[in-house]
């Protein structure tokens, strides 16, 4: 007895949809009421519950077993996994049944377009009016409005992370700037020194850069140690993504090294544009 989610569909249905065949055959005409009960199941299904052995032509049933009257289904193929209930969620196992063979009351019709999804609508309405007069069209929506609604509340949770994330890298280019503006006023005397000793522009504004990168290096490595501690709150609002990443960690490091290079350019300019002179009265 499976531990799935059993769906209806038409032989039509993965098609449509663009699911994988991996083994054995679809749904098809064949499926009908006289027909023996026929059964498409998943991947995650087949690895579950066949390890090692090829489901096709094997027995389910969502009954007891046991009991003489319990109706059987035949897995007839296997198809890829489907993300069912959202793209946050592992797939879960599905049994797919004809709908001939297990009818109901209703059903959601999929349709491929060749053009814009909703240019097509009268089309399917006449169709549809054509089939039963008396049967309403409602909830239309493309896949990709399916989607978005799905992904609403983390798309949602992720903006106000960037916008928190982005005042924050404001706050933190503002920190930096003001702090080594603030050091290269405060060393204006020893600028000047160096300056009538020989020392060179370019190497004015290289040890100014130097030192604010080295503010930069502690920060990030103390933020680091920290994120990585905390990232484990995050995971419920992550898709696809470790919360460890290298690559993320690398690129938020890579933005705040240049973000930091910006803030020290202009103090360490101005550095290198002290008149000795003017330094050395400055006491």
């Known amino acids: 007895v499976p531990d799935a989610e059993a769906r209806t569909v038409s032989p039509g249905y993965f098609r449509t949809l663009q699911i994988p065949l991996k083994s054995g055959r679809l749904l098809d005409e064949r499926d009908n009421e006289q027909a023996p009960r026929a059964a498409v199941i998943s991947e995650s299904l087949a690895r579950k519950y066949f390890p090692g052995e090829d489901p096709v032509g094997k027995r389910i049933t969502f009954g007891d077993p046991r009991n003489s009257d319990v109706q059987w289904m035949n897995v007839v193929g296997i198809v890829g996994d489907v993300r069912q209930s959202g793209l946050d969620e592992e797939p879960y196992a599905q049994v797919y049944r004809s709908y001939r063979q297990v009818p109901r009351?209703?059903?959601?019709?999929?349709?491929?377009?060749?053009?814009?999804?909703?240019?097509?609508?009268?089309?399917?309405?006449?169709?549809?009016?054509?089939?039963?007069?008396?049967?309403?069209?409602?909830?239309?929506?493309?896949?990709?409005?399916?989607?978005?609604?799905?992904?609403?509340?983390?798309?949602?949770?992720?903006?106000?992370?960037?916008?928190?994330?982005?005042?924050?890298?404001?706050?933190?280019?503002?920190?930096?700037?003001?702090?080594?503006?603030?050091?290269?006023?405060?060393?204006?005397?020893?600028?000047?020194?160096?300056?009538?000793?020989?020392?060179?522009?370019?190497?004015?504004?290289?040890?100014?850069?130097?030192?604010?990168?080295?503010?930069?290096?502690?920060?990030?490595?103390?933020?680091?140690?920290?994120?990585?501690?905390?990232?484990?709150?995050?995971?419920?609002?992550?898709y696809d993504v470790r919360p460890t990443d290298v690559v993320?960690?690398?690129?938020?490091?890579?933005?705040?090294?240049?973000?930091?290079?910006?803030a020290c350019y202009i103090p360490a300019r101005r550095a290198t544009k002290?008149?000795?002179?003017?330094a050395l009265r400055y006491e």
């Open 274 to 278: 002290v008149d000795p002179m003017i």
């Open 105 to 238: 009351r209703g059903l959601t019709v999929v349709v491929r377009t060749a053009g814009a999804p909703l240019g097509s609508l009268d089309v399917l309405r006449s169709q549809i009016r054509a089939l039963d007069p008396q049967q309403p069209l409602y909830n239309v929506r493309t896949v990709e409005q399916v989607l978005n609604e799905s992904i609403a509340r983390p798309r949602f949770n992720m903006l106000l992370i960037t916008i928190l994330a982005a005042v924050a890298l404001v706050l933190a280019t503002v920190g930096i700037y003001g702090v080594i503006s603030y050091m290269v006023t405060q060393r204006t005397h020893e600028i000047g020194i160096r300056m009538a000793l020989g020392a060179r522009p370019r190497d004015v504004f290289g040890m100014v850069l130097r030192q604010g990168l080295l503010i930069a290096v502690l920060g990030m490595g103390s933020g680091l140690v920290a994120a990585f501690a905390v990232t484990r709150l995050l995971a419920s609002l992550l």
């Open 248 to 262: 993320t960690f690398a690129g938020v490091s890579a933005l705040l090294t240049v973000v930091v290079l910006l």
